[in-house]
């Protein structure tokens, strides 16, 4: 699938990705042999870049130091067709995100949002001055969103007239900052992308064994459209009419952080081109298979 070019914005953390990863089982404590590479990273940025594979134009709001870093990852955005004009810069450093990965999965992680953090609504300016939109004449299009954002900013916009028009694509993040949803999760254009225990923080339910059961758990919850996944087995599309699920293809995991961005990038891209429900979700899962295999051509 390649789409034609098509503006989507992209707002949430934009960092440095910084990853050891092992061929071996490893656990906590353990010392092992294996790479450290250094990507640009992020939840947003991860999106921005599987939709640009796709041919889409995602414009990126975040915040990045003027330091070194910073000027290092705007380049990066750059050469992969990202556009960065809007970017807030500030004085503090470009944030970061260290991650430890064995062939059992992700061992710990510890993301750096602070200067994200900081910044606060200074990011969402350019769709609240009239720039890309603002209260007015609300931006129209599709919003990927991710919750590295404040839940008081989240909460702010919910209601603010400037969203109010918007496709609401929204990610947690991670498991950690997964509540943080709860402040957005009734915006009528919202739909959720989380993991089967993001489901369960955010509707407060435990013992969900499948996705289907966490998307109903959400739709209970407020939630107006859902898309849970749940590793390698079935991820479900929800609303409350309507449900689909889809199974992923099995493969060997050669890498997991980046995996949850790359099928809701996926996901995102193929609605855009205008797939079916049940189609779009069964596109997300093989794309965000491919990625998870190692397979550099999995867009």
Known sequence: ?????????????????????????????????????????????????????????????????????????????KDLGLITDHIYLSTRPTDAYMAIEGMNGLIAAIADAHSLEDAGAAILTPLMDGT????????RGAIALDGNLTEALLSDLSQNEAFVAADLRIAPASPGKAERLRAIIGHKGATLYVNLEEAELISGKTGLSTARLGAEALLEAGARRVVVTHGAGAACDAC?????????????????????????????????????????LEFAQKTAAAYVAGDDNYV
């Not at 995996?259 to 995102?268: C, E, Q, W």
């Open 1 to 77: 699938m390649r789409s034609t070019s098509h503006q989507i914005i992209c707002i949430g953390s934009v960092l440095w990705d910084i990853i050891g990863r092992t061929p071996r089982e490893m656990r906590v404590g353990n010392d092992m042999p294996g790479r450290i590479t250094r990507l640009p990273g992020g939840v947003a940025m991860n999106i921005a870049m599987t939709l640009a594979r796709f041919g889409l134009s995602p414009v990126l709001l975040s915040a990045l130091g003027r330091d070194k870093a910073g000027q290092e990852l705007i380049k990066a955005a």
């Open 132 to 139: 890309l939109g603002s209260a007015l004449a609300p931006y």
């Open 240 to 280: 409350v009419n309507e449900t689909h699920e889809a199974e992923p293809p099995q493969v060997v995991a050669q890498r997991i952080t980046g995996a949850g961005d790359t099928f809701m990038a996926a996901h995102i891209a193929a609605e855009i081109e205008g797939m079916n429900r049940p189609k779009a």
